[in-house]
């Protein structure tokens, strides 16, 4: 989706992969350890950094046209930053959840990412067809 990287999309980018690289570790920890809050925690923390750095590099396309690359429209942009926006909240927020009320909840918590995901996609679509009924330019 780009057809430029800068400084900062490279080293989002760098740690968006070696985080990628670290969730062996915590799914094999959420699978030894099922009933325990900070390990379901360490899980889910790790999803929601990985999900803010891909919001944080979305935004960075957004705010720099020039690093996107020409054919590809703003909105793809602009729903990948939703998307990755909802899952670290739902992630995030589910460490709370595991703390306070157990570590099974925090898993089913995990589970609002789907209908979260299936909003903020009809959203998109709405937004799309709207944009396109709608002229960008009023009539004389």
């Not at 009933?35 to 990985?50: D, H, R």
């Not at 089913?108 to 960008?136: D, E, F, M, N």
């Amino acid at each position: 989706m780009t057809k430029v990287v800068d400084g900062p999309l490279l080293h989002l980018d760098l740690a968006l992969m070696a985080l990628v690289a670290a969730p062996p570790f915590p799914t094999k920890i959420v699978t030894e350890y099922h009933s325990n809050a900070i390990e379901t925690s360490l899980y889910a923390g790790t999803i929601a950094v990985a999900a803010l750095l891909i919001a944080a590099m979305a935004t960075r396309l957004l705010r720099r046209p020039s690093l996107r690359g020409t054919d590809i429209p703003r909105s793809l942009f602009v729903q990948s930053l939703q998307h990755a926006a909802g899952v670290a909240l739902v992630f995030g927020s589910s460490v709370p959840v595991a703390v306070i009320i157990s570590s099974h909840a925090a898993e089913y918590w995990w589970l609002l990412a789907v209908p979260v995901r299936c909003y903020l996609g009809r959203r998109h679509i709405s937004a799309s067809k709207h944009a396109a009924v709608t002229p960008s330019h009023p009539a004389p």
